[in-house]
Structures are given as structure tokens and as C-alpha cells.
């Protein structure tokens, strides 16, 4: 967690300013809220029971003096420093009843009982009891007495709602601030992690599914947001009130505030153990729903072919084994957030108020607590309890963040090719191989000892049967990999001395399955690319024989392109992406079988163009089809990864050797029967 928590800190540190403004609006929000019971308190203690404390006779009416029976009476409370007071009376409650005694008492704290107009006060810590004549006071006698505290009740009140808006605003405020921030961190990290992919090599894709990348950069981020936005928020939130909280309480009463301590360490063990299970069981469920996805995605793709093959049920169930999987762990950690989330709370937040009942109940502690700090301790502790219940709820988002953050950064850890910018002179195109090896698995060569020169303007075919090593030629020269002995030279330079984007700046791809993209006819042949004009598509389009057969589409060359062109034929592909070649006019040209899969009416169309490519440019061509390779400058023979044979057409036809077995054999099976 440490690696992935500083890395997560460090995008966080990306926008401090509104997330500091957020924490000190939350402080403020805390402080305010905080504020409350403290007023309850006083209200209770002061303002309520206060009817208790001693009165003290005066002789004349004035500020808090009640009227009496014809005479005057104020709460010590409410003397000024120095003045002069009277005669001391009381006001005493016993039972639901208050009663006046016209004498001082002899002992604050004891059990009342009365009889008649007789109070008998016996005292807890000596036993002594007190007898007093006392008068039963009406509601009316007492509300007179509670007259002159309702000023200052009104004022708390209004200071209490007054309070209440400011935290309903500070709030607002910190939510706000602290979401939008969330927001922009998973934005950027979101494109920080779409351009990682981009400059990952294509090897990095041949070991993970496209749905699994997919994955990481929509549903993990996701989780990582719910960081920002809940865990942060509760975490911060959590600890800010919990160290208010116990700071308020040790102003209150110290002996409570040691009664609640222990909270701390339990909710540290308390992580801890949630942590240890929820992280095995959120890396499943994340792997799992990175899996599902792959699956969706290769499904989708791959609809014709499971249709065609009615493999629907085998399909759907390895689909519903998948999910089962993800079910059983998602279920696990559903328990787990039962047993460790509200429920244990409650239980504890329990326990602690029957522990400061029995303290308090006989008084074990020498003096008893008001009713108002009994009230404003029980009010603290259930606000303290609704930050620990958002604390431990979240910890179950904080493992799915951290789990979901540990793959992504692991997607970004890998090695990538560092974006050059700049242009390069475009090169002549002359190709060397010298002595090329090369293996995708250590040890197992697909390529040994490719020796070949590809001059300037010539057209190099590479033939053999399926896994002799055709593609992997194309692929180190585009330096898709880099081969493991050997040098591959164009144009005089060791092509791993040049950066793989400027390399291929001067090189164009025609692929047998070409692949567009989501849009239009034009944007799939400029790939919006601001260089290649308007008049440069049209161009490449007349020059490949295929501006008067798009032209004729419902909207031109501007008609959409829907995903991968499956509306269009695959003689149409075909020729938007000889245009696209064109039009950034390459000096090497890699035809991958790119009229293996064209039909014989289109082939005429797709010959003439790939003449119209083919001029001035160094072309490789991968061709199974030899009949379209005769005017070839060199033909390469591949067997298994070696060079068996070389030289043009008629060369090799006179050589009758391997090249001429597969002509013949091709020759044969197109004549008819």
C-alpha cells in the first residue's frame, strides 16, 4: 500500500489548493457543529436546572429579581461581583414537583422525600438527614421563576440554529470542493493512463485482452473517484471529529473523556482486521470483473463466429461461471461488511453508555455529573459514533480503491516508448537485414540469420507457408519488437538509433484485415491529421481508383463510418486504407496480405492502385496469392524462419525448388477441373 498510497498522494498534491480549502471548510463545519452539545449544556445546567442554586432575597424589583409572596428574590448567579445579597432561599425539586423553602439547606446532594409540607433530605455520603417546611409551588409560581431565563434560552437557541446553517454551509462548501477535486484527479489520471496506452509497445497487448485494459481505465479509476470523493471525505472527516470530539470532552468531564479513549485502538484493530480479509477478496473481485469484461468484449467481436458455430451455450456458460465466481466473492465481502460495519458499532457505542451508567449510577467516582454534561457526553458520543459507522462503511470502498489503484498503476508502470516530437527527413527507403535473429519466447527463434538489401524503390515479396516468419520481418522493421542479434539498417542507420515514432513517420501499413475507425469515410483516410488536407484525401482516393465509387455513397466520402466499417465491403476497406497509405505518402510501404481476402472483380481495381503505392517506395509485400507478386524485384522464400530461396519470379521458376512447387500447386488449383 505504502508505493500505490504515496502515488495516489502525489495525484492528490495535483490539486491541493481546493482540497486543503476543503479540509480547513470541513474543520470549520466540525468546530461549528461541535459547538452544540456545548450550548445544550449550558441551557440544561444553567438555564434549566439552574432553577436549583440559591436564591437570595433583595428589596426592590431589578434585572432577574422574581416576585414572591410580596417579596423580591434573585439567583446568586445573576449578582454582580461585590453586591450586596440578601437573606438565602431555595427552590427544590422532588419527584415532578418543585417546592419552596424559605431557609438555606444544609447539604447540596441527597435523597428528597416529602410529606405533607415536610421535605426530609438525607445526605449520600454521611447518611444525615435534614428535615425542612416546605411550600408546594403552582405552575404559575414556578413559571415565574423560569421568566427571567428565557431571553438568554431564545439567545442559545438562535446561536444553536444560527450554528447549524453555518455547518450546512461549510459542509456544502467542503462536499463540493472536495467532489470536483475527485473529478479532476481521476481525469487526468484517466488520461494520464489512455496515453500510457499509447505509447505501450504492441507486444503488451498480445498477452492481455482488450476488455481487461478497458477495465482498468474506466471501472478501476472509477473506484479510485469513490477515494477521493467518500473515503477521503469520511476518513478525514472521521478523524478531524473524533479529535474535536475528544478534545470537547476533556473540557467537559476528563473522567468521561478516559472512559471513551479506548474507542481509538479498538477502530485501529478494527481496520486492521477488516483490511487483512477485504484485500484477498477485493483483488478476486476486481481480477474477476476485469475477466468478465475481456469476455464481453471478445464476444461481442467474435458474435458471427459463435453464432456460426452455434456455440451460444458453451458461451454463455463459461460467461455464467465467471459471474458465479465474482457472485461468491462479492457475497463474502458483503459478510464481512455486515459483521464489521453497523451492527458492531452499535454494540460498542452500547457497552460504552451501560460502563458510564454503572460509574456514575452510585456515584463511584466521589461527585456526580450534571444532568447536562451526562446529556452533552451521550450527544458527543453519538456524533462521534456516526464518523466511526462512515469510517468502517468505507473501508470496504478504501480496499476496492486501493486494489483497483494498484492495477493501474501497474498498467503505468510498464514500459513505454517515450512520445518524440519533431519531424524527420523523409528517408529514401533503402533497407538493409544483416544477420538478423530474432524470438518472441526466449530461446524459441522465429527468425535466424535473415540476411537481405532492399534497395531504394524496389519491391521486396516475402512468401512461405503460415509461422515461417513473414510477419515477424515486418514487425522488427517496424520496430514493433527489436530483434535479439543482428542490425536491421535503413538508409545507412541502425534503425534502434533512431526513435520508434519518427521511424515510422516515413513508413505506411496495408493490412489484410484493415481496421477503421468510428467516423467518416475522409477522417479514416487523414486519421485527422491536420497535415493531410482535404484536396491530399481526394487525391489518394482518385489515385487508387475508389473517389467515383465512394462518391456515389449517400454523403460521399463524408459518409459515417460505423465501428470497423462493417457496412462497407471488404474490397471498400481495402482501398480506404491504400488512400490512408497514400496520403501520408510513406517512403517504405508493408503490404500484409492485402488481397488475400479481395474478390477477383476488385483484385483488377486493388492491382492498379497498389501499382499507383507502389511508385518511388521501397514495398514489402506479404502475399499468398503469388500470381500477384511476379513483378516483384525480389522474392524471399521463408522456411521456418529461414531464407531458403531468393531472386525474382523467373529465377526462382528456373530453380524449380520450393517456390516452384507452391506456384505450380496455386496454378493448379486455379485451373479448372
Not at 466540525?30 to 441551557?43: D, N, T, W
Not at 531458403?644 to 516452384?660: A, I, N, P, Q, T
Request: aromatic share 10%; glycine share 6%.
Amino acid at each position: 500500500m505504502g508505493h500505490t498510497g504515496k502515488r495516489l498522494f502525489q495525484y492528490a498534491m495535483l490539486y491541493k489548493k481546493p482540497i486543503m480549502l476543503a479540509l480547513l471548510l470541513l474543520v470549520l463545519a466540525v468546530c461549528a457543529e461541535l459547538a452544540g452539545p456545548f450550548i445544550a449544556k449550558r441551557m440544561i445546567d444553567q438555564n434549566i436546572l439552574g432553577i436549583e442554586k440559591k436564591w437570595h432575597e433583595v428589596e426592590t424589583e431589578q434585572p432577574y429579581a422574581v416576585l414572591y409572596k410580596d417579596k423580591w428574590y434573585k439567583r446568586e448567579d445573576h449578582f454582580a461581583s461585590g453586591e450586596q445579597k440578601g437573606r438565602e432561599v431555595r427552590v427544590l425539586q422532588a419527584g415532578r414537583q418543585f417546592y419552596w423553602l424559605d431557609e438555606a439547606l444544609r447539604f447540596e446532594s441527597g435523597k428528597r422525600e416529602v410529606n405533607g409540607e415536610t421535605m426530609t433530605v438525607t445526605s449520600k455520603e454521611t447518611g444525615e438527614a435534614a428535615t425542612y417546611q416546605v411550600t408546594r409551588l403552582s405552575s404559575k409560581e414556578l413559571y415565574s421563576f423560569y421568566k427571567p431565563e428565557f431571553p438568554a434560552l431564545i439567545r442559545l437557541a438562535v446561536m444553536y440554529f444560527g450554528l447549524l446553517l453555518l455547518v450546512a454551509a461549510f459542509t456544502y462548501g467542503q462536499r463540493l470542493m472536495l467532489q470536483t477535486s475527485a473529478n479532476r484527479i481521476v481525469r487526468k489520471m484517466r488520461n494520464d493512463i489512455f496515453a500510457h496506452t499509447q505509447r505501450l509497445p504492441v507486444n503488451y497487448y498480445d498477452n492481455l485482452s482488450a476488455g481487461q485494459v478497458v477495465s482498468r481505465i474506466t471501472n478501476d479509476t472509477e473506484a479510485i473517484r469513490e477515494l477521493y470523493v467518500a473515503v477521503l471525505a469520511n476518513f478525514f472527516t472521521g478523524i478531524i471529529y473524533m479529535a474535536a470530539i475528544y478534545g470537547a470532552l476533556f473540557l467537559l468531564d476528563a473522567r468521561l473523556a478516559l472512559i471513551a479513549l479506548p474507542l481509538v485502538p479498538i477502530l485501529i484493530v478494527w481496520i486492521i482486521v477488516y483490511r487483512r480479509f477485504a484485500a484477498r477478496y477485493n483483488r478476486i473481485i476486481r481480477t474477476k470483473l476485469s475477466e468478465i469484461n475481456g469476455m464481453i468484449n471478445e464476444s461481442i467481436q467474435g458474435m458471427t463466429i459463435i453464432q456460426a458455430f452455434r456455440r451460444q451455450k458453451e458461451t454463455t456458460k463459461e460467461f455464467e461461471e465467471l459471474n458465479e465466481h465474482y457472485y461468491t466473492y462479492q457475497n463474502k465481502l458483503l459478510s464481512l461488511n455486515s459483521i464489521t460495519s453497523h451492527n458492531l458499532v452499535n454494540v460498542v457505542r452500547n457497552v460504552l453508555f451501560l460502563i458510564v451508567i454503572w460509574l456514575f449510577w452510585g456515584d463511584s467516582f466521589g461527585t456526580a455529573v450534571s444532568v447536562g454534561v451526562l446529556y452533552a457526553f451521550v450527544d458527543y458520543m453519538n456524533r462521534m459514533f456516526a464518523p466511526i459507522v462512515g469510517i468502517v462503511n468505507q473501508l470496504s470502498n478504501l480496499e476496492t480503491a486501493r486494489v483497483s489503484a494498484e492495477r493501474v498503476f501497474k498498467l503505468m508502470d510498464e514500459e513505454g516508448i517515450d512520445f518524440v516530437s519533431g519531424t524527420m527527413e523523409r528517408y529514401k527507403g533503402d533497407v538493409k537485414f544483416d544477420d538478423v535473429s530474432f524470438a518472441y519466447k526466449k530461446d524459441e527463434y522465429v527468425l535466424k540469420h535473415i540476411s537481405f538489401h532492399a534497395r531504394q524503390g524496389e519491391t521486396v515479396a516475402l512468401v512461405g507457408h503460415t509461422g515461417s516468419g513473414k510477419s515477424s520481418i515486418l514487425n522488427l522493421l517496424f520496430r514493433f519488437y527489436d530483434s535479439n542479434e543482428g542490425r536491421i539498417i535503413v538508409d545507412g542507420t541502425d534503425v534502434r538509433e533512431i526513435p520508434k515514432q519518427l521511424l515510422r513517420q516515413h513508413m505506411g501499413i496495408v493490412l489484410q484485415d484493415p481496421f477503421l475507425f468510428t467516423g467518416t469515410i475522409a477522417s479514416n483516410i487523414s486519421l485527422d491529421n491536420p497535415a493531410i488536407s482535404r484536396e491530399k484525401i481526394e487525391q489518394a482516393l482518385r489515385d487508387v481508383g475508389a473517389y467515383d465509387m465512394f462518391s456515389q455513397l449517400p454523403g460521399g466520402i463524408d459518409a459515417p463510418v460505423i465501428e470497423k466499417g462493417s457496412t462497407l465491403s471488404a474490397g471498400q476497406r481495402q482501398l480506404i486504407s491504400f488512400a490512408r497509405a497514400l496520403a501520408y505518402d510513406p517512403a517504405i510501404l508493408i503490404l500484409d496480405e492485402a488481397t488475400a481476402s479481395i474478390d477477383t472483380e476488385t483484385e483488377a481495381i486493388i492491382q492498379e492502385a497498389l501499382d499507383v503505392l507502389k511508385k518511388g517506395r521501397t514495398t514489402f509485400v506479404i502475399a499468398h496469392r503469388l500470381s500477384t507478386i511476379r513483378g516483384a524485384d525480389q522474392i524471399l522464400v521463408l522456411d521456418r524462419g529461414v531464407i531458403v530461396e531468393r531472386g525474382s519470379h523467373d529465377e526462382l521458376m528456373e530453380y524449380d525448388g520450393k517456390y516452384y512447387a507452391m506456384y505450380q500447386l496455386q496454378l493448379g488449383s486455379a485451373l479448372p477441373a
